[in-house]
């Protein structure tokens, strides 16, 4: 039986889950998002098992994985599933998923899980280091094969009831996706930049030139803070805190692993 997993990720977590996943389901296809984003018209798959895996972002969808999804035919796909990452709270974004699903497709999403892992959203908070990180990456790991049984077996999973979650999509999602894509104004290279370009090859949807030998964000950004958690001299910063905030990549992550998911 066909799969194909359609992913996007900026620090790593959605792309350890999906390969995970991918892995224990046998014949899989792994599709970049962010590679699809270039092109037009409806995606029809052609597999017997469609996966959609990505972070949640602002306690719905990214902007990049919601346009997506509005173009996904699911007409010849028999079991459709929908995996998200987040730092804590965002079930409501699976909500998303299925309407966004139903909408297009008259059909709900198969199964829809979420998993916790470690937050990435540094203008926000520090993300949780040592002991603490390894135990959300271990629980995060057994949840992945949790999920790819679950998936195997063909059982029908809706997503949890988000109360809290749902309350606070309502009043702060819309506005979040309005300024998405100009929310890069607040990035900045501090003195600490060597011009090493890594900013320019990791970020999905290559928002980021290198100009007279800094990195210029030209506005089209998702927010996936990879270029920020990437860089190698800690030289990205976004609003007054995040300085003295550690960064984070999930340890599978590479570069060779964000080219790819460029489409390169
Ligand atoms: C812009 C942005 C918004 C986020 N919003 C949420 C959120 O609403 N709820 C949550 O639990 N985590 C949130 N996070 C954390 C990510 O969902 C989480 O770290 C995710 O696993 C990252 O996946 P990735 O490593 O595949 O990029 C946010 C992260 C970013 C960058
Ligand atoms: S990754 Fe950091 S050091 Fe390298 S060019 Fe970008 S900002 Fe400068
Ligand atoms: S500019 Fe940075 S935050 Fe924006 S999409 Fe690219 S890598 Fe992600």
Not at 60 to 74: D, K, N, T, Y
Request: hydrophobic content about 40%; proline content about 4%.
């Amino acid at each position: 039986m066909k799969t194909i997993i359609y992913y996007f990720t900026g620090t790593g977590n959605s792309l350890a889950a999906a390969k995970s996943i991918c892995m224990h389901l046998g014949e899989c296809e792994l599709v970049s998002i962010a590679s699809l984003a270039g092109t037009s018209g409806e995606i029809q798959p052609g597999a017997d098992r469609v996966g959609i895996v990505c972070p949640v972002y602002d306690f719905g969808l990214p902007s990049i994985v919601a346009e997506f999804v509005q173009r996904l035919g699911l007409s010849q796909t028999g079991y459709c599933f929908a995996v998200l990452t987040m730092g804590g709270i965002g079930v409501s974004a699976l909500h998303q998923l299925d309407r966004l699903v139903f909408a297009h497709n008259n059909r709900h999403l198969d199964a829809a899980f979420v998993v916790r892992m470690v937050g990435n959203f540094v203008p926000l908070y520090e993300p949780a280091k040592g002991a603490k990180r390894e135990k959300l990456l271990a629980d995060a790991d057994k949840r992945f094969t949790e999920i790819a049984g679950s998936i195997d077996k063909g059982l029908i999973v809706r997503p949890d009831i988000a109360l809290l979650s749902a309350f606070l999509k309502r009043f702060t999602y819309d506005r979040f996706i309005r300024q998405i894509h100009d929310a890069d104004k607040n990035f900045i290279a501090d003195g600490k930049c060597t011009a090493c370009g890594t900013c320019v090859a990791v970020c999905p949807v290559k928002n980021i030139d290198m100009v007279e030998e800094k990195p210029v964000w030209k506005h089209h950004c998702e927010l996936c803070c990879a270029c920020l958690h990437f860089c190698p001299v800690e030289a990205i910063q976004y609003g007054p805190k995040t300085a003295k905030r550690g960064r984070y990549r999930h340890p599978a992550l590479n570069i060779a692993d964000m080219k790819a998911q460029r489409g390169e």
